[in-house]
């Protein structure tokens, strides 16, 4: 019985491992066609080079920059203001949904305003925050602007969805609320926490690509505007693309912590 036990679990584990493998040949083998299917189509005249570049010339113009050292400043700046940004959304959203929680008639009167604040397009927002800061902070608002208030709801309705029976044995054994959050509430919504994390910093990423297109020298919203006023089409492209491998580079590493915190 044992045997055939772990012999059906030997081949559940292989049948896992292969569907990886298959899932992975498949997004690579995608990527690799869209490529092809971009360039061949670019040399043989199917699309306009010039409006839609190919793979090669994008290739080429990011070489270019990177021997010349011209991307660099721009690579260093988005990824900075992301990362910052991204860190204030972590603390001040976790800051924010534990004061709500321990303060509901607080919780009650702002709710109303974080919702408006989360649905309000934040594109709106940043030509007002450009004139009202007008320094290198409105970048790191913008990405904040974004996230932040969407971060604080999540958290703050996983806080109220604790475990009521551990809540009440905590009331039971005298403890307040200081117990509950310390005891019950975070230690429960840490796989929240990580899910809204993975969310955040995508969302950074996008604000700050928007206050980067509207009041911006260096960054690579930035360099998208110039190279579209200037008909520098592959930069634009090649911007958009590096943006996709930061977004993904980003949400990976998160992904990683996650896994080890479930751990």
Not at 171 to 193: A, H, Y
Request: proline share 3%.
């Amino acid at each position: 019985m044992m045997s055939e036990i772990s012999y059906h679990q030997q081949q559940y584990i292989r049948h896992q491992k292969r569907e990886k493998k298959l899932v992975l040949f498949l997004r690579i083998f995608i990527l690799l066609f869209f490529l092809v299917l971009w360039e061949i189509s670019a040399r043989t005249g199917l699309i306009d080079s010039f409006i839609f570049s190919s793979p090669v010339m994008i290739w080429h113009s990011f070489c270019s920059m990177c021997r010349d050292g011209s991307i660099f400043p721009h690579l260093s700046v988005t990824i900075t203001e992301t990362l910052v940004s991204f860190l204030f959304v972590v603390v001040l959203g976790a800051g924010m949904a534990v004061l709500l929680w321990t303060c509901p008639r607080l919780a009650k009167i702002t709710e109303p305003y974080l919702v408006v604040l989360n649905s309000l397009p934040k594109s709106a927002l940043a030509p007002l925050l450009i004139v009202w800061l007008a320094n290198e902070r409105t970048i790191i608002v913008c990405g904040m602007s974004v996230a932040i208030f969407g971060s604080i709801l999540n958290l703050y309705t996983g806080f109220g969805e604790a475990d009521p029976e551990k809540l009440k044995l905590i009331e039971t054994l005298g403890g307040g609320k200081k117990e509950k959050l310390m005891k019950i509430i975070l230690p429960s919504s840490v796989p929240l926490l990580l899910s809204v994390m993975k969310v955040n910093i995508g969302l950074c990423l996008v604000g700050v690509i928007i206050g980067e297109f509207i009041g911006a020298r260096k960054g690579l919203g930035y360099l998208i505007i110039y190279s579209s006023q200037t008909f520098k089409l592959t930069w634009v492209l090649m911007s958009i693309i590096i943006l996709c491998i930061i977004a993904i580079i980003l949400y990976g590493l998160l992904g990683l912590i996650e896994k080890r915190a479930r751990r």
